[in-house]
């Protein structure tokens, strides 16, 4: 009988750790642990790979705006030309050209020129004219002037230094290299955190970092088009205010004073979040939002002077109010939760159950 297959008995093997699991009990294991069980050393191995791409990343980031650095200065120069053409002389002055260039401005008394007007600006080109073999200047009043011509102000940026220009370059590959690369780096670290969430907590981090993403662009783009323009306008004539000159600009200086600003409102723009993240963990609602507003607006117009790079008091205003509407948008969010939670809380009573 023990040789008869019919009858032969399979000893029963108990489960060997080592062998590992079957693709069902690797999904479940995925879907209620977070992701495949691994040994530190191999975490350690998929951290230095991701380290590796996101210092790869960075780099071919700095090489790409190293290379188009010309393109990047265009750009960064937008809010300055915008500022220089919306504001135009209050006073007639009377300008000198010669070619493009704006060779001096003066008030009507200072030129000598009779008959000349007080009410607006007076433009005169200078032009090279032969007498015999002699060579004089002539000047002729410009009926249609460029628009450097009657402009407030008309700055200059300057290189001042052997290694300024090199200086500038370096900033605008290092501010660009990492903007352009952020998206990439998020990603090969998303790569690396991803794995050993749970289903809810990825569709958290996936949401937050939507948000996060468009809130810091919105605000980017708020300083680029709206508070940039505003804040270099008012600069200068504050500048002119005092006294002083502000035709001629450090190149250096510029750059890294819209790339910082640009920054800090885009972390600025972050505040909705951040209170929304406390008011989702229990730490805030909309009583204690409300409560709190005459603090924020202590505390937002220092976090607005602290990102105002020039201190001028309208620029800090224009930043403040903005944060201000974002607290207040997040107080109004914060208080539909809180109601949409009473009413859940409510309908599941005993009371309205039975």
């Known amino acids: 009988m023990a040789d008869d297959p019919e009858y032969t008995l ?3 093997v108990p489960p060997d750790p080592d062998r590992g699991h079957s693709d069902s009990e690797h999904a479940d294991a995925d879907e209620a642990g977070g992701g495949p069980v691994k040994t530190f050393l191999e975490h350690l191995e998929d951290l230095r790979w991701t380290l590796i791409k996101c ?15 010309n393109v990047v200065i265009q750009f960064l120069k937008w809010p300055l030309t915008v500022a220089e053409g919306m504001r135009h002389s209050t006073e007639g002055r009377v300008v000198y050209l010669l070619g493009t260039n704006v060779l001096t401005r003066m008030t009507p008394e200072d030129s000598g020129i009779p008959g ?13 004219v032969q007498v015999g073999t002699n060579f004089f200047l002539s000047f002729r009043e410009e009926t249609n002037p460029p628009a450097t011509a009657t402009r407030s102000f008309d700055v200059q940026l300057k290189t001042l230094g052997p290694v300024t220009a090199f200086s500038v370059v370096m900033q605008i590959a290092m501010f660009g290299g990492i903007t352009v690369s952020i998206p990439f780096v998020l990603f090969f670290i998303a790569q690396f955190i991803l794995p050993a969430l749970h289903h809810h907590e990825k569709a958290f981090v996936y949401k937050v970092s939507g948000w996060a993403t468009f809130l810091f662009l919105l ?10 323009v505003i804040c270099l306008s008012t600069t ?31 972390v600025a723009f972050q505040l909705p979040l951040v209170l929304l993240t406390l008011v ?14 005459s603090y924020w607006v202590v505390a937002g117009l220092l976090i607005a002077a602290f990102i105002t790079p020039d201190g001028n008091p309208l620029n800090m205003l224009l930043l403040f109010l903005p944060l201000h509407l974002l607290y207040e948008i997040s107080l109004v969010i914060a208080w539909w939760w809180g109601r949409k939670a009473a009413k859940a ?9 039975s």
């Open 10 to 12: 399979t000893p029963s």
């Open 55 to 69: 210092a790869v990343a960075v780099f071919l980031g700095f090489i790409l705006c190293l290379s188009g650095s």
């Open 116 to 128: 000349v007007a007080t009410n607006r600006d007076t433009v005169f080109r200078l032009s090279p």
């Open 219 to 228: 605000g980017v783009a708020f300083c680029y088009f709206v508070l940039l």
């Open 236 to 266: 200068v004539s504050f500048s002119n205010w005092l006294g002083f000159a502000a035709d001629e600009w450090k190149a250096d200086e510029y750059i890294s004073f819209v790339c910082w600003f640009m920054l800090g409102m885009g």
């Open 280 to 293: 989702k963990i229990g730490i805030l609602d909309a009583a204690k939002l409300s409560k709190f507003r």
């Open 345 to 353: 809380e409510a309908l599941a009573s005993p009371d309205n159950r």
